[in-house]
């Protein structure tokens, strides 16, 4: 059963560079489409071609594996195809001012409403002044004015005609009409009057009375003489301004034909202007000045109309507020540009004539838009022009991207998201006012109908998270689209990978990558995805890699990234965090922590672990050791590690496997009567995970069958029941640990590492360990059984049991089957005797 190590060629996949027939990578096209994520493609085409309720999509991965860039690029290619959507403007409700009215306009006329409403008011601050100083209408207004004059100087001349024909005078003083006795035409003093006839001063006192009582009957006329002349003025001012504001607002209402709230809006500020003409004329509202309109501002935000600013700017009601602005999506009319960074730059990204925004800071506000306020002599007031959109706004009729985690972070976001996708409609909501904890006035806009695909980012652990607790999750996202990690390294998918470094380089403004350079970034690649038949689609780290193989070539001088500033590059990264693992290796070639590369030990192995800090991975040897005795009638397998709480439950679980193997591979019908311990020593954090499974198993099977084991040799692998030994993870780093610590020491040529024999096509060695390989200092041992590590370690076959029930006499299993025997006796004559001795105490 001797197992052979594994061939060099087998320990490092090299590309072969041959294959590609560019020079550099700028001789290829950029890369178009998701390399091998046909999967990801489909869900995306379906996600975003049904126009259903709850189809959004939810878009997991691996972070850094691109699903930003990838998803604005399949969706650049979408949008291309869909127009633009309409824009949304927010406007003054002239009825109830704390509702702005929100219109809808089609796509890049929103502007063209603003810009024509700032234009009318203009026009109209220089038309109706003229009018108003035109000789016509001065003419009319003087005849308007005389006559109003002419009524009231007439009643009153009737009334002095009627006095003085009875000798009394009608006069005028600051205080206002009088009546007095005259006598040859002047007024009789009082103390002349007094000297009159009682009979003569009682008629003139009569008399006075009379019209007195006519006096006061003209004056009451007056008001409702001055009324009917200011309603003749209004009517007259009525008349111009109706000419004029329908002469300058025709032009504008016929762009917007066709629009009922649009015709509406403008039949209100037709209606509104007409009854505010004076305020063209005078700067503000008739007869109201600075201070009054501040009070009017004050009054209606007290009154909770919410329009406090606009009354202190009367012009300022005519104004538009341009929610979404789609004038340059309607421009480009299908045009977009191929960089998704664009997104990120600009806040949305242009593809055709449907928006593509990604929120980078999903927050209620941000996502619904908001209200702002203005301080106004000491209170807080706002209108409608303080509206401010949210991303819901920007990307309606179009597709809104948003970062899971970041939205979840954010408090409110997430339910008010739900809220606004659910009901379709997009409602302004204030978090102050959500949580009752503002008591500001406030507007209320109306709703906007909502039409956005919402697709979120995020990692698988949060989808599934999200998809167990959250019950309105899975009704609202309705389409997942799962990014492969990895996929094949097959020619096909090489001369992709390479177009997509190509794209990289490009996009990040770095040097071309000669075929070499490709050829060991591809390589670089299967290393981090910790398998020789597979690309990483993980490109964080990898753009990173070339962007400081950039630095290394251009500080060198070079035109082209080549394999070797690559390989540079990997140097430098591992060196600037290198110093734990420095650390770690320095503890065991001082000895400080014990770790054997040489001799035999009994129940003793080397154990290899992978330790992860930050960017850093590396490999470590850890010393595991067993000890064995009888035990009370079980095979117990003691994990001291997890009776001091530092093992994990898989761990956990991989010691209670090595019970059931040791049960089921000694002794089938006897009871086993053993008691094991096993520890991973100077071990002192937290334990975790199966993969040194084998390796304890070994230390176990050693220190039952009294074997000692190889110490030149370490061990990974995980096992089952049945001894078949399973593939693990990092197995790199880990013969990389191991031999690191051999390096230092000396490679004697005995030394190696055993890995499961199913790990053999991850491997993808450093070239200083595929080198000693070849020169036979050092081996890498592919096992399938749990029998084949036995005799490597061990040095003498594990033993086969045969026909007559027992296994070969000598071998590992038949000497460690015969000390489980021994314990097996010992254990009954140890009961016998303690049976016996309870019955001679029972007996006397």
Known sequence: MAVEPVPSELLYRACDVSQFEFGTTAELDDHTGLVGQERVLDALRFGTGIRRQGYNIFVLGPDGAGKHEAVLRFLASAAMKERAPSDWVYVNNFTTPHKPVALELGAGTGRLLKEGMDRLVEDLKVTIPSILESEEYQNRRQSIDEEYQERQEQ??????????????????????????????????????????????????????????????????????????????????????????????????????????????????????????????????????????????????????????????????????????????????????????????????????????????????????????HMPQMGALVTDFMLIKPGSLHRANGGYLLIDALKLLREPLAWDALKRAIRRRKLVIESPGEYLSLVSTVSLEPDPIPLNVKVILLGDRYLYYVLSNLDPDFGELFKVAADFEDEIDREAENDLFYARLLASTCRDEGLLPLDRSGVGRIIERSSRQAEDAEKLSMVMRPIVDLMCEADHIARSAGATEITAGHVDEAVEAQIGRADRLRERSLEMITRDIVMIDTEGERIGQVNGLSVLSMGSITFGRPSRITARVRMGLGSARVIDIEREVALGGPIHTKGVLILSGYISGQFLPEIPLSMSASVVFE???????????????????????????????????????????????????????????????????????????????????????????????????????????????????????????????????????????????????????????????????
């Open 682 to 844: 100077q071990s002192y954090g937290v334990v975790d995970g199966d993969s040194a499974s084998s390796a304890e198993l070994y230390a176990l099977i050693s220190a039952l069958a009294e074997a000692p084991i190889a110490q030149g040799l370490a061990v990974t692998g995980s096992v089952n029941q049945l001894g078949e030994v399973q593939a693990i993870g990092g197995v790199n780093d880990k013969i990389e640990g191991f031999f690191d610590i051999c390096m230092r020491r000396g490679l004697t040529g005995d030394q190696g590492v055993l890995i499961p024999a199913s790990n053999v096509k991850h491997l993808m060695l450093r070239q200083d360990v595929v080198d000693a390989v070849e020169r036979g200092v050092f081996a890498i041992y592919p096992v399938e059984h749990v029998e084949e590590g036995v005799e490597l370690l061990m040095g003498a076959p594990a033993g086969v049991r045969g026909a007559d029930g027992h296994f070969p006499a000598g071998s590992i299993f038949a000497r460690a089957e015969e000390r489980l025997a021994a314990f097996a006796d010992n254990q009954r004559r140890f009961a016998q005797r303690s049976d016996d001795g309870n019955s001679v105490r029972k007996g006397s």
């Open 155 to 372: 009643a009153f001349e009737e009334l002095r005609g009627k006095a003085e024909a009875q000798d009394i005078a009608l006069l005028r003083t600051p205080a206002g009409f009088a009546l007095a006795p005259v006598h040859d035409g002047n007024v009789v003093k009082p103390d002349e009057f007094n000297k009159l006839p009682e009979e003569d001063r009682k008629r003139i006192e009569a008399t006075i009375q009379s019209l007195q009582k006519e006096l006061a009957e003209t004056i009451e006329r007056i008001p409702g003489w001055e009324k009917e002349h200011f309603q003749r003025v209004r009517d007259l001012n009525r008349e111009v301004a109706d000419r004029a504001v329908a002469q300058s607002i025709r032009e504008l209402r016929a762009h917007f034909e066709g629009l009922p709230a649009v015709r509406k809006w403008f039949d209100d500020v037709t209606a509104d202007l007409i009854a505010n003409i004076g305020m063209f004329a005078s700067g503000g509202g008739e007869g109201e000045n600075e201070q009054q309109r501040v009070l009017s501002a004050m009054q209606a935000m007290m009154q909770g109309r919410g329009a406090g600013v606009a009354q202190s700017d009367p012009f300022r009601r005519y104004e538009v507020n341009v929610a979404v602005d789609n004038s340059a999506e309607a421009r480009k009319g299908g045009a977009a540009t191929s960089r998704a960074q664009d997104v990120a730059d600009a806040g949305g990204y242009i593809g055709g004539g449907a928006p593509i925004l990604y929120e980078d800071h999903p927050t209620m506000a941000n996502l619904l838009g908001r209200v702002e």
